[in-house]
């Protein structure tokens, strides 16, 4: 398969996404955007956890 075979079928496979996507209604907006803080909030206090023992241990 030739380089611009290749790139033929990838731009094909971006193409196919597109045409499938759609817009998120309000309420699907909604819950993605709240799982998506929890996530961000999640690996944050983890992140402050670990560095909180970090320090305490080695201080």
């Known amino acids: 398969m030739s380089l611009k075979e290749k790139l033929q079928n990838h731009v094909a496979s971006w193409k196919r996404?597109?045409?499938?996507?759609?817009k998120p209604d309000d309420e699907e907006f909604g819950l993605l955007t709240r799982l998506t803080l929890l996530g961000v909030l999640l690996v944050g206090a983890i992140a402050y956890v670990i560095?909180?023992?970090?320090v305490i241990l080695l201080s």
């Open 51 to 54: 560095h909180l023992l970090y």
């Open 17 to 22: 996404i597109l045409l499938l996507s759609r």
